[in-house]
């Protein structure tokens, strides 16, 4: 989480404030000049910020700075200083592509978006913001669609990162898995992927419409004892289900707990390997670890740290290829298991019929 206390200067005489509607949870980019390209004294300007280019939250009771004027009586005679300090929950939507994870991000997050670059590949970095039910404020982060955590396209690669919590500027707190409930067994393999991880988790079930016109039920319910998370069933282009998931993601934050077990025995596929990892690394959980041993090339770790996780390779002979293969012929019996207890689907022959 960020927390930032800063102050923000507003030159009394300029007309740009009076009618500019701000939203509550906006984010302001603290810089050398004003919203209103107006100057602001350095030396003021970085007073009690954290760096330099802090994102500054504006948190205001109402939509106009004119009417937030008046209830706070920050008029001075040349300056307005408003002081802000609250924490601010980064969250990362993750899916595969065409789940509707990005009519999801556009729903809750509206206009307050912008859209960067991942540094170093051409990727889209979008981000925005909103309020949960509470009124914390969240930054979200729309990271590019992904079937499994084994990435192949470049894309891949950056969710991939953020995921593992080794990108060096994204770090979410946690995660909003979106799942399509017409495909949900493909959709399934990824979200109990990003559940193993142990890190806070909470599926949005997209497409419910379409899988009811498909003959496909689903207890929504079970489904949530069977992965052990939040599932909410939701659809963006109608804003329904919005104020459940944010409610859902309020709790989650207070609330969580790592599960006690894996979706599948990790483990035992590789525990030499794995307890080798967790000897560099002893918070590190089964399936972070078994990442490590596949990718660790691709992360930021010193020369000591991949030699020695080199060797715990070699001595346990530990076959990437191997492990990855009996994950997800694993996660797919599991999985098999789970929408025979959660999921109707009409039988193929009615259909035609």
């Given at each position: 989480?960020?927390?930032?206390?800063?102050?923000?200067?507003?030159?009394?005489?300029?007309?740009?404030?009076?009618?500019?509607?701000?939203?509550?949870?906006?984010?302001?980019?603290?810089?050398?000049?004003?919203?209103?390209?107006?100057?602001?004294?350095?030396?003021?300007?970085?007073?009690?910020?954290?760096?330099?280019?802090?994102?500054?939250?504006?948190?205001?009771?109402?939509?106009?700075?004119?009417?937030?004027?008046?209830?706070?009586?920050?008029?001075?005679?040349?300056?307005?200083?408003?002081?802000?300090?609250?924490?601010?929950?980064?969250?990362?939507?993750?899916?595969?592509?065409?789940?509707?994870?990005?009519?999801?991000?556009?729903?809750?997050?509206?206009?307050?978006?912008?859209?960067?670059?991942?540094?170093?590949?051409?990727?889209?970095?979008?981000?925005?913001?909103?309020?949960?039910?509470?009124?914390?404020?969240?930054?979200?982060?729309?990271?590019?669609?992904?079937?499994?955590?084994?990435?192949?396209?470049?894309?891949?690669?950056?969710?991939?990162?953020?995921?593992?919590?080794?990108?060096?500027?994204?770090?979410?707190?946690?995660?909003?898995?979106?799942?399509?409930?017409?495909?949900?067994?493909?959709?399934?393999?990824?979200?109990?992927?990003?559940?193993?991880?142990?890190?806070?988790?909470?599926?949005?079930?997209?497409?419910?419409?379409?899988?009811?016109?498909?003959?496909?039920?689903?207890?929504?319910?079970?489904?949530?004892?069977?992965?052990?998370?939040?599932?909410?069933?939701?659809?963006?282009?109608?804003?329904k289900g919005l104020t459940q998931l944010k409610r859902a993601l309020s709790q989650t934050a207070k609330q969580y707990k790592p599960p006690v077990k894996d979706f599948i025995g990790i483990r035992n596929l590789a525990e030499g390997s794995i307890k080798g990892v967790q000897l560099l690394f002893p918070h590190m959980g089964d399936?972070?670890?078994?990442?490590?041993?596949?990718?660790?090339?691709?992360?930021?770790?010193?020369?000591?740290?991949?030699?020695?996780?080199?060797?715990?390779?070699?001595?346990?002979?530990?076959?990437?290829?191997?492990?990855?293969?009996?994950?997800?012929?694993?996660?797919?019996?599991?999985?098999?298991?789970?929408?025979?207890?959660?999921?109707?689907?009409?039988?193929?022959?009615?259909?035609?019929?």
């Open positions: 989480m960020m927390e930032v206390t800063a102050f923000i200067w507003f030159k009394k005489l300029d007309r740009g404030i009076i009618d500019h509607p701000f939203t509550p949870g906006c984010f302001l980019e603290l810089c050398s000049s004003s919203l209103f390209a107006k100057p602001i004294p350095n030396d003021l300007a970085m007073n009690g910020a954290t760096q330099p280019s802090a994102h500054i939250e504006l948190l205001l009771a109402t939509k106009s700075i004119s009417r937030f004027r008046n209830a706070a009586k920050w008029w001075q005679s040349t300056f307005a200083a408003v002081i802000m300090s609250r924490t601010v929950l980064n969250i990362a939507l993750v899916g595969n592509p065409n789940s509707g994870k990005s009519s999801l991000f556009n729903a809750l997050t509206g206009l307050n978006q912008k859209v960067g670059n991942f540094p170093g590949v051409t990727v889209d970095k979008k981000t925005g913001t909103t309020l949960l039910d509470d009124d914390v404020p969240v930054k979200l982060i729309d990271l590019p669609g992904s079937y499994s955590l084994y990435p192949r396209r470049a894309d891949e690669w950056v969710s991939y990162k953020v995921l593992m919590n080794v990108d060096s500027e994204v770090k979410p707190d946690m995660v909003v898995l979106v799942a399509d409930a017409s495909n949900l067994k493909r959709n399934l393999l990824f979200c109990t992927q990003i559940i193993d991880l142990k890190v806070p988790v909470v599926v949005a079930l997209t497409m419910m419409d379409l899988a009811k016109k498909r003959g496909i039920e689903i207890d929504v319910e079970e489904l949530e004892i069977e992965l052990g998370v939040a599932v909410i069933p939701v659809n963006p282009r109608k804003n399936y972070e670890s078994v990442h490590y041993l596949i990718n660790h090339e691709h992360f930021p770790l010193a020369g000591d740290v991949q030699a020695q996780i080199e060797q715990i390779e070699t001595d346990n002979k530990f076959n990437p290829t191997k492990m990855q293969a009996e994950e997800i012929l694993q996660r797919y019996g599991r999985i098999r298991q789970i929408m025979q207890q959660s999921v109707v689907e009409a039988d193929p022959l009615q259909k035609k019929l």
